[in-house]
């Protein structure tokens, strides 16, 4: 009896020792799975900026006529600090002129970030009219099924300008980001049939994590 009593003992530790070991590694996977996403959902916000970005041009070289159509109006704004992000970008895939020998044009679009993620681009067509695209950055790197997923948001846009003032683009643009990660806590228990090897009696010792 003193004997199974002792191997009964050395099982269970052995087995909590295992658990413990499983819920480690299974912690540490977790937080590497939400560190990826939001590794992923920063570098997807960022990169979509900086496509933008690399084809931003100065409002003030843009005739006024031109920016009040795309704007339906009245004058759009060009800024680059606080919580939002909105300029004028110039596409090397422009649409046909029909009227004048088919000549090939670039199209100029009207970008506007905001720091929940969401992006809107107001396009200049070639008869005038505009088409205004919307989408949402960070959905399209969003994890199916993970019910933990890590919230990324985008706190501030800070420019940095150059001598020529803060008049046109800036030298750089310094994004701030918080990441939100939400986590659970698992119980991790130990059990054996116990000396007789018969489970639902007195001295079973049971295993569980919950």
Do not use: C
Request: proline share 3%; hydrophobic share 40%.
């Amino acid at each position: 009896m003193i004997e199974v009593l002792v191997a009964s003992t050395i099982l269970v530790v052995i087995v909590m020792m295992l658990a413990m070991l499983f819920q480690q590694t299974g912690m540490a996977w977790r937080t590497g799975v939400r560190r990826a996403d939001a590794f992923m959902q920063v570098r997807s916000l960022i990169g979509s900026i900086q496509r933008d970005a690399a084809k931003a041009v100065d409002k003030r070289s843009i005739p006024l006529d031109v920016r009040i159509l795309i704007g339906g109006g009245s004058d759009q704004p060009q800024n680059f600090s606080g919580s939002t992000l909105q300029f004028y970008t110039l596409s090397a895939n422009g649409f046909k002129d029909d009227v004048i020998g088919h000549t090939a044009r670039r199209s100029i679009s009207y970008i506007q970030y905001e720091t929940s993620g969401k992006r809107t681009a107001t396009i200049l067509l070639a008869d005038g009219a505009t088409e205004v695209i919307q989408s949402e950055v960070k959905d399209f790197v969003t994890r199916v099924g993970n019910k933990n997923a890590p919230v990324t948001s985008l706190q501030s846009f800070m420019p940095e300008y150059g001598s020529f003032g803060s008049a046109g683009l800036p030298l750089s643009i310094r994004l701030d980001a918080t990441v939100t990660s939400q986590g659970y806590t698992l119980e991790i228990g130990a059990a054996s049939a116990g000396p007789d090897g018969v489970w639902k009696t007195d001295d079973d010792i049971r295993t569980w994590a919950e």
